[in-house]
C-alpha cells in the first residue's frame, strides 16, 4: 500500500471559482496523485483547470468543515493562474498534473509539485487530530460503509478526543457526530 497524505485541496472551476475539498493524495515516486471519487466537483474542475494547491494543516475543523457544509475557509493567492492556499495552512505544494489517468470510479491525476512553501511551524502530533481526519473519511463514505461499522468507529474515536482534544479538534468531532446521526440508517449498508 502506498503512502497516502491527508490534505486539504483547492482546486479551482472553468470560471476561476475555488473548491476546497479534503483528500489523501496518493505517494508515487516523486509525484502525488489526486483520485477523486466520481461524482466530485474536484473531479470536474482538474481537467478544466489542470492545477491545485494541497494544504498541509493542523486544524482539523478544515477536514471536518468540508463533510459538514463548512467551506468557507479564508485563502490566501499563491500564483495568479494557480488555485490559493488556505490563509492558516502550516504549508502548501503548488500541484500541476502531468497525467490523467481513466478509470470508472476513481479517475488519478498524477502530478508534480512545482512549488512548496512552509507558513508555520508544526507544533506535534494530536491523537484527537488523527481521529478527526479518520471520522472525516468515515463521514465521507456513509453511503459506503455498514452502519454499524461507522457507528463502532466512531465510538472508538470519541474515546480518543475525549482524552486528548483541544478545543479545535472537540469542535470539529462534534460536526462530524451530528452529520453521522442526522444521516440516520438512510443509505448505510
Known sequence: MPLIRETIVVTFNAEGRPHIAPLGLISEGPHWVIAPFRPSTTLDNLPARPFATANLTDDARVFAGCLTGRRDWPLAATHPDR?????????HWALEVVETREHAERPRFVCRVAHAETHAAFDGFNRAFAAV???AVLASRLDLLPRAEIEAEFARLAVIVAK????????AFGWLEAKVAAHGGAGCR
Request: proline share 10%; charged share 30%; hydrophobic share 30%.
Open 133 to 135: 481526519v479518520e471520522g
Open 83 to 91: 488555485p490559493p492556499r488556505l490563509a492558516q495552512t502550516l504549508a
Open 164 to 171: 486528548t482534544a483541544g478545543s479545535r479538534e472537540r469542535e
